[in-house]
């Protein structure tokens, strides 16, 4: 297989084992707004981040593993994809644990409180 499709594909797998969460879920992806509302900044702020570091040479990313589409910025699409698909695919296991936890349990009561546990 051609390596510049990793990251891609990579992105298209986090989506594909994701995709049942919307159906235990809260139905994310049936209430858009809330959902731009909560993936936008994450998108805003990291492609903002990766333009910058990317025009200072901080880094960059192997062209064996990119499609070689870029975008302005010389932002390779993954890495636009990448900061939609993580934030959905968050966004879609949150909303799942939140449906299927039991009832009258809230989620700061069933995680351990580890700074108790510090010594």
Same mark, same amino acid.
């Given at each position: 297989?051609?390596?510049?499709?990793?990251?891609?594909?990579?992105? %298209?797998?986090?989506?594909?084992?994701?995709?049942?969460? +919307?159906? =235990?879920?809260?139905? /994310?992806?049936?209430?858009? $707004?809330? *959902?731009?509302?909560?993936?936008?900044?994450?998108?805003?702020?990291?492609?903002?981040?990766?333009?910058?570091?990317?025009?200072?040479?901080?880094?960059?990313?192997?062209?064996?593993?990119?499609?070689? %589409?870029?975008?302005?910025?010389?932002?390779?699409?993954? +890495?636009? =994809?990448?900061?939609? /698909?993580?934030?959905?695919? $968050?966004? *879609?296991?949150?909303?799942?644990?939140?449906?299927?936890?039991?009832?009258?349990?809230?989620?700061?009561?069933?995680?351990?409180?580890?700074?108790?546990?510090?010594?």
């Amino acid at each position: 297989m051609d390596g510049r499709w990793e990251y891609a594909l990579l992105l %298209l797998g986090c989506l594909a084992v994701t995709a049942p969460l +919307e159906f =235990l879920g809260d139905g /994310v992806y049936r209430r858009p $707004a809330e *959902l731009v509302r909560a993936v936008l900044p994450v998108v805003l702020l990291f492609t903002a981040w990766d333009v910058v570091a990317v025009a200072r040479r901080h880094w960059d990313y192997n062209p064996a593993f990119v499609t070689g %589409l870029r975008l302005p910025g010389a932002l390779p699409v993954e +890495e636009l =994809l990448f900061f939609l /698909v993580v934030p959905l695919c $968050a966004v *879609l296991t949150y909303e799942a644990v939140l449906t299927m936890r039991p009832k009258g349990i809230r989620l700061d009561d069933a995680v351990p409180d580890l700074a108790a546990h510090r010594g």
